[in-house]
DNA sequence: CTATCAATGATACAGTATATCATCGCACGG
DNA sequence: CCGTGCGATGATATACTGTATCATTGATAG
């Protein structure tokens, strides 16, 4: 059985007052929840995969949420412990949010070394993250035939492929 | 001036001898130098860049496009070391690994914090990196039309594009 | 009650990267 | 020639990122 070790309601730390905000590409577009209604379908996401989401879970993704621009593992443990009110260590933010981005709640930057919220956990896209070199703040595009064209290029070479890493680094339009 | 401190002839360190690889896939096409031959299209694409072509720079080169995968800096250091009978430190490689990935001689594997010669200097490409989960082998796959749409994507939300992030995590052909 | 198991904690350490200041060596002007 | 300037490199320290290992906790099945 995996329903074991059942958390507690999740503890309250305050929220942002939820929203729905709008992307769109040429290739896709949907709406994302935010706030709370992203955090309740990242956990059952999370748990429909057969992961538990625990009372210390959820204060991790409440605080990677909250944060504006992707957050280093650090940082996010510094946020957690300041919100549970005592010292939580990194090596257990890692395995959490090593957690997050296997179950497709959470992504990594690779090349910032950070993380950030699915904005449509449940929803298997590539995204393609926009890094600005200058500020930090990182938005996504997703393009499902860009996607689509690079996994069949790498396909093509014999080369069985897992997971995209698509990037770009440059300036956001504040910074340009 | 830009000229000074030319250095000796570079070190001579032993070579493989050269030959002529040939690479292809939808979109890309073209043949790539090796050995002695690439570092020459290196040197070249690196001077005119006003960058000086340096004993230890060249040894770094060298030592970069014998690994047959992507090294880690420290990796890299430690041949270098090796290569020239002394002591250097990861500081040093840090900034020439800097310069080369600058000058388009080189370039990281963001997803494995590792470097690897470009295979074609002066070739401006975004080179999609097939980074192998179990091995470690990485190869790569030039695909101008997919680079031109991730960028044309990223620049129409409002986004300056300068360095793209293209990599591909899952298995070899050899370990699939 | 207690054996068990996932989650978390504590600690140490490995690996990656940068900051700072010192030194060295060539080129240039005098 | 010599000294000055400047880019490259060296030395050192330290910050940041990530993992390994073993201990502890807490819920639960039996």
């Known amino acids: 059985?995996?329903?074991?070790?059942?958390?507690?309601?999740?503890?309250?730390?305050?929220?942002?007052?939820?929203?729905?905000?709008?992307?769109?590409?040429?290739?896709?577009?949907?709406?994302?929840?935010?706030?709370?209604?992203?955090?309740?379908?990242?956990?059952?996401?999370?748990?429909r995969a057969g992961d538990q989401w625990t009372n210390l879970r959820a204060t991790v993704f409440d605080v990677l949420m909250r944060f504006d621009r992707p957050a280093s593992a650090y940082e996010i443990t510094e946020a957690v412990s300041q919100a549970v009110g005592r010292r939580v260590t990194a090596n257990t933010v890692y395995r959490i949010l090593d957690l997050f981005v296997g179950g497709n709640i959470a992504a990594r930057v690779e090349s910032s070394n950070a993380y950030i919220v699915n904005a449509h956990p449940g929803c298997r896209h590539d995204c393609i993250f926009l890094v600005c070199d200058r500020c930090g703040n990182t938005s996504h595009v997703?393009?499902?035939?860009?996607?689509?064209?690079?996994?069949?290029?790498?396909?093509?070479?014999?080369?069985?492929?897992?997971?995209?890493?698509?990037?770009?680094?440059?300036?956001?339009?504040?910074?340009a």
Do not use: N, W, Y
């Not at 007052?17 to 706030?35: E, F, N």
């Not at 064209?149 to 300036?171: H, Q």
């Open 142 to 175: 997703d393009d499902d035939r860009i996607a689509t064209d690079i996994r069949a290029a790498a396909d093509k070479t014999g080369f069985k492929t897992l997971r995209a890493v698509l990037e770009m680094r440059g300036l956001c339009g504040e910074c």
């Open 1 to 47: 059985m995996v329903t074991r070790q059942v958390p507690d309601p999740r503890v309250a730390i305050g929220r942002k007052s939820d929203h729905i905000a709008r992307v769109s590409t040429a290739a896709h577009q949907h709406r994302l929840p935010a706030g709370d209604a992203l955090a309740t379908a990242a956990q059952s996401v999370f748990e």
